[in-house]
């Protein structure tokens, strides 16, 4: 049965690669289109707006009627923007592919994510999403260094063509290996109204927003935080160091969250972020922050597909919306910690410094995690004294 989730597993690894690797050819793709580097980064913030706005107001809709078909379009989508991006002859028409390719996106992670829930059974769930975010945390931490290699070996174009060659993977193999899949069941309203009428999700909205700035966030400073601290030399070490432990920590939390339970593991998970963040801002050592850098990418990672199950667990019916949400949420949240970054530096703040403030953001997270645990241990209880006919 888990068999079945692989296509939307290698669906999930060409959006990891998209969301990140431009920024690492940045300059390449400027270059080439006789523009400025901020300019090309608008693209960034286009796809970001587009994946949050579609996500949350088009997966939904989506999902009416055939499961494999709003899949496909929506990857089909994607794959179409990517390929116009690799041939994009301006900056419009640049900017134009990303915001197709963000609401492509944005739709195809909540339905992914939605299908995979549903195509296993209830003891299962768990895992299944989890695989998903496996295959986000995968793209971004294997695909990206290929992407930028390539980038820079033969051009940035290529870049993308490696995200379209893997989006095209996936269609085939949803076309010929996916078999059926199952109907996503809908729940009554509109998708912001499920959001708005419940405080559990609410919350667990705003959290995944908070998990956003600080994990996210600061990733993107990573680099500069450790010269800072004199460990310029370790940097690359880190970010593979934080990108093993986000794929270990994807991959091994699915069967702990159908085993312990996600409403018990998400406060475990964001008070380990925070140790994370108290020790690369405390401990000068190397292997301090390797460990660090370790346990931050495993657990930053590890609460996307938790925050899913907490909040979805007791709600099947609302999970393409919520999670269309949360991811929403997370990607804005990782654009908000980034230009809080951008912002703590340009006002004098050392690049070392920037784990304090992190710290005292999830500080924040902690708090919202075991408010989010507790509405899901009662709302759980609810349904068992009285359970939905």
Not at 218 to 237: I, K, Q, V
Not at 328 to 357: I, V
Request: charged letters at 10%.
């Amino acid at each position: 049965m888990m068999r079945r989730v692989w296509p939307l597993v290698v669906a999930a690894v060409s959006l990891g690669i998209d969301a990140y690797v431009l920024a690492g050819v940045l300059p390449r793709v400027a270059d080439s289109l006789a523009t400025t580097v901020g300019a090309i980064g608008l693209g960034v913030t286009a796809f970001t707006a587009a994946y949050a706005l579609a996500g949350t107001t088009l997966a939904k809709r989506a999902t009416r009627g055939s499961t494999k078909r709003a899949l496909l379009l929506s990857l089909g989508l994607f794959n179409v923007a990517n390929l116009i991006t690799a041939v994009s002859p301006g900056l419009t028409v640049f900017l134009g592919s990303r915001v197709l390719a963000g609401g492509g996106a944005g739709v195809l992670t909540a339905v992914a994510t939605a299908a995979a829930a549903g195509m296993v059974r209830q003891e299962h769930r768990g895992r299944a999403m989890a695989l998903v975010t496996f295959g986000l945390s995968t793209g971004t931490v294997a695909g990206v260094p290929v992407g930028m290699l390539i980038g820079d070996q033969i051009g940035w174009r290529w870049t993308m063509g490696l995200v379209v060659a893997v989006g095209a993977v996936s269609m085939a193999a949803l076309v010929f290996r996916g078999g059926e899949i199952p109907a996503i069941p809908d729940e009554p309203g509109s998708g912001a109204s499920v959001i708005v009428k419940s405080p559990q999700v609410l919350i667990g909205v705003l959290l995944a927003f908070v998990f956003g700035v600080t994990s996210l966030g600061l990733y993107t400073y990573l680099l500069p935080m450790a010269a800072d601290r004199g460990l310029g030399s370790w940097g690359f070490a880190l970010i593979w160091a934080w990108g093993i432990g986000g794929v270990l920590g994807s991959m091994l939390i699915g069967r702990q969250i159908d085993r312990i339970g996600s409403r018990k593991l998400l406060p475990v998970l964001a008070v380990a972020l925070l140790a994370s963040f108290a020790a690369v801002a405390f401990l000068p050592q190397p292997v301090a922050w390797l460990a660090a850098a370790l346990v931050w990418g495993a657990t930053g990672w590890a609460s996307v597909p938790t925050l899913q199950d907490v909040l979805t667990r007791t709600r099947p019916k609302a999970t393409t919306t919520i999670v269309a949400f949360q991811m929403a949420a997370m990607y804005l949240g990782s654009a908000a910690g980034s230009a809080l970054g951008t912002a703590l530096l340009g006002g004098g703040t050392p690049a070392g410094d920037l784990p304090m403030w992190a710290f005292g953001v999830q500080v924040v997270a902690v708090v919202l995690a075991v408010i989010v645990g507790a509405r899901s241990e009662r709302a759980a209880t609810a349904r068992d004294v009285c359970p939905v006919r």
